[in-house]
């Protein structure tokens, strides 16, 4: 386990500056769904089943367009990121994407973002899903601590999975955040990264290369309704530790950095169902206010990055204040993440 | 970025025993390239080369514990969709460490040391990490052929580590250019051609070249372009062409060794160009040719010879439109 400490000056001396996030971007398809007239009767959901409506908590969600891409949804994003932080495309140095659901496979979407937005930037995407936001900040933070050529990340993330219910309501779009060296707000002080063996519970038997595609190839549906997963697994092997599991990140991270959790104005996690994420809360003994439940409602989950449209949001609402001590919950597929930041 | 105190503790390598021919148009033979068995899958080819590399470096896996594997995706593992880095340390039997995949082309292990020694940089609790590139392309790729590359199969590991007896990495710089995005990539999977039955019966799931026109622009320029980020490079190492002893050019194309060897000021007998007439292992192949490298540079007899405080540049450039520069002191 590692833990990284605010940053010390003098490690890397007059590099070492801080990097802030100076802007924020979000791109959320404008048409919405009812979930449960929508989605829930794909997903064996009753919705006559006493609590589960509230369990949940979601009752829109928004889904792509015809003409919404990854690309597409990522580019507006970033540019709205841009626009926020009123930084020129010019100035960035890096641009951090993820490609496993991008326009296609293995496809440079951080590339197609550079060149649409006029950016002489290098350019890398994250092979992750909703981890890949806690992998890709953690890289930019890194890439500007490190390199002092480097003074702008932009990271522009992109979902297109909605439509699904496992074991939330899926939505669709995009987040996008520029670091910038120099930048006073939202500056990450410490962050955890917790990547351990963990029970796997689905495999996608066909197209790799222990089973690859053949001509008499058979099956229904895309990928993501085809892969293998243990429902009995989940709940033998994971469901009686997921909520501590996912409370955890937090608590060693306040363990390690010597922070009080209470000492926290507001906690982001990732969306699952609203009365999962009250359960992490209460698990870490802290009030329920102190994350934006009802952001669920309105959103279901889209990827890692629902704490970073979270934030934004709760920028513009007055939610939080100028000096408030800010906390991340990120994960996804088995990995697990927690940022605290000052805004 | 400058770099201080990393070095190379060793490179692991797994060659597969099989061989498969490959005809490229601009070889006269048929390029002879290693073939995976049955038995030789992603993860275990990449297992392979971990260990080999940690016992290279007298370690053992336990001391992959809370340390980093960068994994440079290209071909697909075992399965899709999957975190091949946590699964080769599950192979491996190691617990926490930091471990992701990254693309960002074909030919990606210089940048992913690059990012390996940011983070190295920024987490004084780390005290090595692992680049690591697994090929299998049987069924992944048009006839093993990738614009004028026969793709082999194999698996790479460099081990970094801090501190070290091993070469130093002085520095390393990179560079994209985001409009030749489009170039190599898998058409089906992704939201435009989803990976439904019909394409996937059809052939169509492959890693191949889809801009040929933007190819052919890039393949005509790679070198032109590698110049800024290798000066970048050898600036920060703080060293000039006097002092570069070989250069380790990972290209497959013939024309573009013979612009690089007419461009930059060095001796053709100290530029090496494995890929050239051998198989393509993607981002394993410059790890394999720095494998190679290290090994004979005590062989006083096969040029060039490199001695302690010898300087070695190592360029990847490829029609991915990305290119990486790095400066070692062996």
Redesign the interface.
Known sequence: ????HE?RPG??AADRMMAGIAGIGVYLPQRRVDPWETLAPAGGLDPEKPGLKQYLGCWSVPLANEWD??SSMALAAARDALREAGIAPVEVDV?ISN??????????????????LG?D????????GCNSTG?AHQ?A???L?????VNTVLVALAE?LGGGTFPQFIGDGACAWVLQRGCSQLVTQAWL?????TPRLG?????????????????????QDN?EFSVEDYRRKLKPIFVDMCASPFLELCELSGQDPTSFDQLFIVHQQRGFNAKIVQRLGLPASITPLDCIEDMGHISGFDVMIDLKRSIAEGRIRRGNKLALLVFG???LFCFSLVY | ?KIDGLTLGGVGRFLPCHLAAVTVPTMPDPVMVPA?GSED??YAMATTAVRDALLQAGRDVEDLN?QYLLVC???????????AG?MV??DLG????????????GN?AV?ALY?L???L??????QRGVVLATQ?W???SVGRRLGDAALGDGAAAALLERGGAGPRLMAIS?????????I??????????????DP????R?V?RVHNERAARFVRAVTVERADAVIA?AMDDAGIGWDSVDAVVLDTATPDIAEGFARRFPIGRHRLITPGLGHAWLCSAGIMFALARLLQEMSVPHLEPTLHGGSHVLVISLGI???WAAAVMEV
């Not at chain 1, 601590?145 to 050529?149: G, I, L, R, V």
């Not at chain 2, 995706?73 to 975190?83: A, S, T």
């Not at chain 2, 996937?200 to 052939?203: D, E, T």
């Open positions: 386990m590692t833990i990284q940053l490690v890397v891409s990854p641009v490609n496993i659901t991008s326009d296609y496979l293995d496809w440079q979407m951080s590339g197609y973002i550079a060149d649409a950016a930037a290098t350019t890398f995407d994250i092979y992750a992998l890289a933070l890194d890439i601590a490190a390199d002092s050529s297109h990264n917790i990547n351990d063996a495999v996608l038997r066909d197209g790799g290369v222990a089973h690859p595609f053949t001509a008499t190839t058979s099956f229904d549906g895309e990928w892969v597929l088995g990995e | 970025m995976a899958l992603p809370g995706n290209e071909g697909p593992g075992d399965y899709l969709f999957q975190l946590r340390l599950d190691v617990g926490r460490a930091h471990t992701y995949s990254f693309t960002q082309g990606s940048f990012l020694a940011c983070h940089a920024n987490n004084p609790d780390a299998h049987k069924y992944h990179a560079s994209s250019e985001g409009q030749f995005h489009d190599v990539y898998s058409e089906v999977g992704g939201w435009a051609v989803p990976m439904t039955e996937c019966r059809n052939g799931f890693y970048r991915d439109a990305n």
